[in-house]
């Protein structure tokens, strides 16, 4: 199991730090691994199953309208 940081996370989704937190407070998004008092990473696997499942979601989306 990889673990990633949070500029990692930046660079899988690319989505700012308050829009990942944002989305963490909703419980839309994996939430952190804390590994100490001020350090956190993220689960890989969980991260690229989130972007996986948005891409369906946009998938979707777009199958389902019949113009653009």
Do not use: Q
Not at 20 to 25: E, F, G, N, P
Not at 26 to 32: A, E, K
């Amino acid at each position: 199991m990889k673990l990633l940081r949070l500029n990692s996370v930046f660079d899988c989704t690319g989505m700012a730090r308050s829009t990942i937190y944002k989305y963490m407070a909703d419980g839309s998004f994996p939430r952190p691994v804390s590994l100490g008092a001020r350090s956190v990473t993220w689960v890989e696997s969980e991260v690229h199953e989130w972007i996986c499942n948005r891409i369906k979601i946009r998938d979707n989306l777009y199958t389902s309208k019949t113009d653009y």
